[in-house]
């Protein structure tokens, strides 16, 4: 089990792998963490001595400039060295495994790594590697999971909506292929979530999506209706075989979020996206700057959710939250 | 009008997108400020703590490795963190739009975009679209403007020649798709130069270059004679289809600038140069090392006069420079 | 001689650009300002202010991720500014010389430049040519040096062994090739090793490696008898023409450390090797992995002994190591 190694015999996190097997109460500890750094954004001087002196690694093996940039500036407000590196698997395999590279980079002191792979399973590898005081964030593996994206996504909501337990959740797109919407699925779950469901065509969604507590639907008609929160997903045509979907054009006129299907929601409902949008794809430019998206502060959210993660696992006390 | 954004209601600089414009006065509070940065470079600790806890994104679509570190440099000297993005605009294109990235960046609480797009006019969409507290400076926009390196040789000017009414100023090269030629010439007509001349064959200098105030030249011989300053322009052959100039050696022949013709100029004539330099092609190696060359000065003083705008942008109170 | 622009007239290290001509004295401070560093990795905050407002040019003419972070990671721990500049030869040849991009970068008032560089005595030549403020440590020139690879390597086996004196040196593999080797005969050789071996085929064995000071062998049965350090290389197959080794498999089956080849060695013999390694090429995994392997210590003393290479040549008395 991956959350075996999450967290150590003391409840403390050690590594953010995945949001699977989670508690409400460890979800809600780091959304309060979270909360504590908001301010921090909005200050004149917008940095914390909480990690000074400590090493971050940004070790992407996928470029991800936009995912990259938010660590970058978490880890910066938080006073850490970063060090950046990018490279591709093809050139790991090439000069030494990816172990190889890890406890070379380990054994430079390094405090923390944030692994953005293209293989499901990269992340938790590099974690059961490493000694005890490196810790390890998965920035995104494979079609395994992007937690923090998930993270950042229950805090948004916790946010707009207050709670989890009345709320209808629908998770529109190519949730098969998703690791976002499995972080999603995992958190709002485990939060008690009133009604999660998942909305796409039948040969975007998981076989057995009903097996992690979610409904799916076909069609936008019947999953919108009386929604609290709609969660878009960005079409990644890189990970589909062509058969998939028949073409962009027929794509948005069926799942397309455009404002008539969003007047099906609950009208107070908010619309996500993880980012970066397809617009005309699967999200109407009018949606997406309209007055129920909440878009733009999901990107906010993500840097005090990051730092509360990259805090919590390397702070000297692992929580230290206090007067941020 | 780029002039309107750039400066608020109260006469603060909000953005430096171009030196169109400018007045006099905004020029010269700029280089006094430069002025006051120049001792940092040469102290033992070169770092103020002006920008402390703000964030300054290099948002690069167009590679410029020289750009990026002057204004990397510039940045960490006032102890702001610095977040370098490079990208294509086709990875753009493909991802999401300019507007999409940047509200994403601004999203993350970020202060100050610098903007280097090969587009013209991209820098001034961007200052358009941030809210007030975000900023914008244009480190070159296709042919348009590059307003950082006009005012940084406008620095060069007023330090070796004191001021400019009385001054000769000669401009040499590919007047016509240079960047850098448009932002001196505008800064130098606001700052009352005595006569600005811009030298080259008929097909690289502007059709109407009168209109902006400057005399036009096709011969180095008449042009060059009696100037205090030689602005040596870079031959951009990515820039110029293949008809418009005949060969390098034909070109040197005819608009190199040699020992010989740098003394048709005024005995104490400075030459500058924005560099990178084409050794041979448009200046002579004795002419760029020789004794009336400042274009060395040019890159320490570039340091001094990016730190000033981006203080005088990001600033707490916009003009801090007091003690710096 | 290199050596001569080395040291300055009060033998004061100015540049760090090879090991050859180094006196063991020389040698020994170094080692010994990094032992005063090796304390810093270990605390909770690693981070000593010996060159805040320092501006360290990382400038690699050739990739190589894992040495441009450990000069990152050292001179962030020093808190001096980081520039990185990765660039080819081949667009420094079409922009401008390699002199002018020094040049220009000296301009900005940077103080150290890491030099990494496809070209032997390109370091060399970059040291002569920048004023008296200004140092370069080589980080690897063509086929020539990699000092402070070798000065690491130094550190090892004197905290391994205590000295030298009476130690028998092996070095393993395509010596011919190798920066890292040459660095790392002078070191020892300076230090007055007790034996210095090399041990490859005759192909990859330079001509007269006796004047060195180092015996050579062909076979690791002679070659590896009895002494106390193994330094495996990395083969580096993009350096070699193919004829030079037979094939990958015959190699190993040659020159491949084994566990059943280390047992040649004395008992309490150590292993290093440069990193990266191919591993089932020229080191078995299980002695890459196994107890006599100090290959992962490499790494963490690597840090230390950059950290006084660059303190020592841009701290402010230059020797500044008291209560790092």
Known sequence: ?????????????????T??????????????TAESFISVGEREIKKVPLLRGKTIVNLFFEASTRTRTTFEIAGKRLSADIININTSVSATQKGESLL????????????????????SGAADL??????????????????????????????????????????KVAIVGDVLHSRVARSQIHALTAL????????????????????????????????????????????QFERMSGALIPSAHEY???????????????????????????????????VADGPQSVILPQVT??????????????????TETKSP
Chains 1, 2, 3 share one sequence.
């Open 1 to 17: 089990m991956i959350t075996d190694i999450q967290v150590d015999d003391h409840g403390r996190h050690r590594h953010f792998l």
């Open 19 to 32: 949001t699977e097997g989670l508690s409400a109460k460890a979800i809600g500890e780091i959304l309060d």
């Open 100 to 119: 190889d590279t890890v406890r070379n980079l380990e054994a430079m002191h390094t405090d923390l790594f944030v692994v953005r792979h293209p293989v």
């Open 126 to 167: 590099i974690a059961r590697s490493v000694p005890n005081h490196v810790h390890v964030v998965n920035a995104g593996d494979g079609r395994h999971a992007h937690p923090t994206q998930g993270l950042l996504d229950m805090f948004t909501i916790r946010r707009y909506k207050g709670g989890f337990a009345n709320l």
């Open 192 to 235: 008690g979530t009133g009604e999660v469901r998942v909305i796409g065509p039948r040969s975007l969604l998981p076989f057995a999506v009903e097996s992690l507590g979610a409904k799916s639907y076909t069609t936008m008609a019947e999953g919108l209706a009386g929604v609290d929160v709609i969660i878009m997903l960005r079409l």
């Open 252 to 286: 948005f006129s069926l799942y397309g979020l455009t404002p008539e299907r969003l007047a099906l929601a609950d009208p107070e409902a908010i619309v996500m996206h993880p980012g970066p949008m397809n617009r005309g794809l699967e999200i109407a430019s009018e």
């Open 301 to 318: 959210f993500g840097i005090a959710v990051r730092m509360a993660i990259l805090a919590r696992l390397a702070g000297a006390a692992g």
